[in-house]
């Protein structure tokens, strides 16, 4: 009965769709939906609303009104139009930024959603052509801006699409606007609300001049410039994916004054369908084959891939073996934030108001380095818009001087209020220059840190559960763990556990329960153990997934010779932890 009530309803829905509002192609796929007697495709498609999570709007692109296409990006833009006119109504004039990614459709949709701001007498800053989201996110700041579009779907697989809201800091949407602007979107009833002609007089193309700005920001950052300049040949091998990042990345390279830059032909084309990959996400080891293939060929001595909108940086180096590894996002973190406080330190720039930001998923070793330098560390939720919060928060107080996120993501300046590719390929490039001038090579210099300030390892595992279905049996899931929390992960007692949907920790040890000082709720679990296991779980904001995070502790070492020791043991806890979870 219960299914039967869904079908019904959602028929109800599709049939709205088949009127005169929406285009013939629009009208012919619902029509195959309806007429298919396997509902499943139907449901999906229209069970409910794409709605604002931790990356805006993102869903498989198709007809329905749980799909991204011209009438959902519609409603979204009329209804962001509607709010930022009620909450900007003393402004003269109230601006925005439009960008878009490489996939199918992004530049249609950007045009769509240029329209409709013009229509509603806002003034579009509309890129040319594809640029990084980092782009987007500066641009606003710099011409004053009260909001802004990027239509991407990030790291997705190639069927998805997105549109990610900005409010006037550069930063994406946070509660009230996110939950006032769907409010607003509930309130366009039809197509007929949503106002489709141009003012061609309200929309200004921008591009290279903002490039130009963007870059200058990113010189700003360098703080050894003598190491770059003695080792400006080394050779990087850098690959977009198809993307965005070809549009800039491989010049600011070149301005901060690297000369080798070597690209990977076949992935610098630009196309939405990732011909070269199974998933243009970095996270994935696949994605950067063709740039170590390439480096091999090269004798190059690093490798950096960036995702479609280039807010995701994935990097590959050469062990002391001279074969090249993956670094993970941990890792790329690591080395990042520590170099960023190491040399601070060296050239007496730490002012005691220095702070870093960390997502509560990212490990803890970075926090452990932060402590000892004196830097303040802050912990956010999984996303960049709460580091984003804290960097607002901040602001005129303390001194921010990096962050990021396990996912890939790493911010090095505070121009820009999302992750950052462009500026993070920069200063990866810098630290591989700047270790040299050490005598060590990137691999070493991560070898050092873990020597110095203990070994950890991390592991991400998604599982991945679809459509509606999925969703309950997610949320199923979640329902299980607080119900039945673990006692041990791999034989070490689980001491405090902390659930971000309650604001609720519980000490274990000595049986209370402590309140968790975070601004908002959010669906997280975490668990940490005797021996330093910390063990993260939440659904993904963005995609069909729940996520854990393991992180665990290694036996204290004295040399480098004995991180391979190190690593089997961490290893071996992780399995154990896995299995247990079943995993």
């Known amino acids: 009965m219960e299914e039967e009530t869904l079908i019904a309803r959602v028929t109800d829905k599709a049939l709205s769709w088949l009127d005169d509002s929406y285009d013939v192609e629009t009208r012919a796929d619902v029509q195959r939906m309806l007429d298919n007697e396997d509902k499943r495709e139907l449901i999906d498609a229209f069970y409910k609303d794409l709605e604002f999570g931790t990356g805006g709007l993102r869903g498989i692109m198709g007809a329905g009104s749980n799909r991204m296409n011209r009438y959902t990006v519609g409603a979204a ?12 109504t003393e402004l003269p004039e109230i601006k925005v930024v439009v960008g878009h990614d490489c996939r199918n459709n992004s530049r249609e949709f950007a045009e769509i959603t240029a329209d409709i701001f013009s ?3 806002i003034k579009v800053y509309l890129f040319e052509q594809l640029r990084p ?3 987007v996110s500066y641009a606003i700041r710099k011409l004053g801006c009260q909001g802004g579009i990027m239509i991407t779907a990030s790291h997705n697989p190639k069927e998805y699409n997105g549109y990610k809201a900005y409010w006037n800091d550069g930063a994406q949407v946070l509660a009230p606007h996110d939950r006032n602007i769907i409010a607003e979107v509930n309130r366009v009833k039809s197509n007929a609300d949503i106002r489709f002609e141009r003012n061609k007089k309200l929309v200004e193309i921008i591009g290279k001049d903002m490039d130009k700005a963007f870059i200058e920001e990113v010189e700003k950052l360098v703080l050894s410039p003598e190491s770059i300049e003695r080792f400006k040949d080394l050779k990087i091998v850098y690959t977009p994916i198809h993307g965005t990042g070809i549009t800039i990345i491989p010049d600011a390279l070149r301005a901060i ?3 080798n830059i070597i690209g990977v032909p076949e992935q610098d084309v630009i196309s939405g369908n990732f011909p070269t990959v199974e998933s243009p996400n970095p996270e994935e080891p696949a994605a950067l084959d063709l740039a170590i293939q390439k480096a091999i060929e090269t004798d190059a001595d690093l490798v950096m891939g960036t995702d479609p909108d280039s807010d995701r940086l994935g990097t590959a180096i050469r062990d002391n073996d001279g074969n090249f590894i993956l670094v993970n996002g941990n890792q790329t973190m690591l080395l990042c934030l520590y170099y960023l406080m190491t040399r601070r330190e060296e050239l007496g720039l730490l002012t005691g108001q220095d702070y870093m930001v960390k997502t509560i998923v990212t490990t803890e070793l970075i926090k452990k380095i932060a402590d000892q330098k004196g ?3 802050f912990d956010s939720y999984t996303g960049f818009k709460w580091i984003a919060e ?15 996120e396990e996912s890939y993501g790493v911010l090095a300046g505070d121009f820009v209020r999302d992750k950052d590719a462009v500026s993070a390929c920069a200063l990866f490039a810098e630290i ?3 270790a040299r001038d050490n005598g060590k090579t990137l691999y070493q210099l991560l070898e050092d840190i873990y020597v110095e300030y203990g070994y950890t390892k991390e592991e991400g595992i998604s599982l991945v559960r679809k459509g509606k279905e999925g969703a309950e049996e997610i949320e199923a899931m979640m329902k299980n763990y607080r119900a039945n929390p673990p006692l041990s992960l791999a034989g070490s007692p689980v001491t405090f556990i902390k659930d971000f949907a309650k604001l609720e920790g519980m000490d274990r040890v000595r049986d209370e329960k402590v309140v968790l000082e975070m601004t908002t709720t959010s669906n997280v679990l975490q668990y940490f153990t005797e021996d330093g296991t910390k063990l993260s779980i939440r659904p993904s904001g ?3 997934k729940i996520k854990f995070y393991i992180e665990v502790k290694g036996p204290a070492i004295k040399s480098r010779d004995e991180i391979e020791q190190a690593r089997a043991i961490t290893e071996e806890k992780i399995n154990a932890i896995r299995e247990e979870l079943e995993i």
């Open 257 to 259: 004054g690297f000369t």
């Open 432 to 434: 591989a220059a700047w």
């Open 119 to 121: 229509a509603n007498g």
């Open 375 to 377: 830097v303040e560390m």
């Open 390 to 404: 804290i960097i607002r928060k901040n602001e005129g107080v303390k001194r921010y001087i990096g962050g990021g």
């Open 77 to 88: 833009s009329q209804g962001l139009a509607n709010y930022l006119k009620t909450e900007f």
């Open 542 to 544: 963005t995609e069909p």
């Open 133 to 135: 989201t980092p782009l």
